[in-house]
């Protein structure tokens, strides 16, 4: 009995390490607009540390905005995690000219 729960956890996660890379929506506006969600995010974040409330609020309406174009549980939350990780490390190299750089390819036309 042991052996075959042991069988079993072990097939549930890797069908959950393997579901978690496939991606759930074909084409290239689903991988963008992943991104999108990921820097808006990073910004919306760095805004509110920095006090800016109404910057906060635009970031978190244009997020709000993108999650709502797609059917519930449609977006995974670890491929948006894998993003804002992936644009945080970029980040801290060249923060304004990075950040505004990629809010203008997510239609953003603010500048940070």
């Known amino acids: 009995m042991r052996v075959g729960l042991k069988i079993f956890l ?3 996660f890797a069908v ?8 759930k929506k074909s084409g290239a506006r689903h991988l963008d607009d992943i991104n999108c969600i990921a820097i808006l995010e990073l ?8 006090g800016e409330l109404d910057k906060y609020h635009q970031y978190d309406r244009k997020k709000r905005a993108i ?3 797609y059917p519930e549980g449609h977006l ?4 948006i995690v894998r993003s804002k990780v992936t644009h945080k490390a970029r ?3 060249s923060k304004d000219k990075y950040l505004n750089s990629k809010l203008l390819d997510c239609g953003f036309t603010g500048t940070f």
């Open 76 to 79: 995974l939350s670890n491929q």
């Open 43 to 50: 910004a919306a974040d760095i805004a509110y540390s920095k």
């Open 91 to 93: 980040l801290k190299k």
């Open 67 to 69: 999650y709502q174009s």
């Open 16 to 23: 959950l390490f393997a579901v978690s890379f496939v991606d």
């Open 10 to 12: 072990i097939l549930v």
